[in-house]
């Protein structure tokens, strides 16, 4: 093992955090910047905006935007998303556009942490380790995805990566705990988030 890396298999750990945290640092700001730039779009950021200002002002999941249809009417009927209703408490904090972007990134940058952990039980340690992290930052999609806005199905990304990683470690209770949080989040989640807990079963 040379120095390079034995210094990677001493401070793993802290090098997966820091690519973690540099990603959320650095993406949350390039989309405020997107938005503040006028960049964003009413599909979808104007749309979740007002579902969410609804919500924290006494009329729950109300738009007059979704599906293009420009009478009031719930969300919910729209798409079945309660789980904004979890999060309409950081949204009062802070009432602007800006609280839901940085609410989507924090769904999408933790994700890799699941699948580094599975990398400790299976791989050795150092670069084979952080090269999980790494692709999954480096996958364009995964930038698309925190880039686009906001929208429900990033929520989704962080609880199936860590059902994905009880599934393969540690299997029933763990996993099946991880699905339901998808079922909040969009009405066609539950397909994923029973097969999951399905296989776990098994």
Known sequence: MNRLEGFLARRETVLGGGLIALYLAVYTTLAILRHRSFHSFGFDLALFDQVFWNTVNGRPFESSISLADPRLHSYLGDHFSPVYGLLAPLYA???????????HTFFVAPAPLPFYLLAREKLAPGLPRLAWVAVYFLFLPVAFITLVDFHDVALSVLPLALALYFLEIVRHPPCLSCPPFPFLSRGWHPLLGTALGTVGVW
């Open 93 to 103: 904090a802070y009432p602007h556009p800006e609280t839901l972007i940085v609410i």
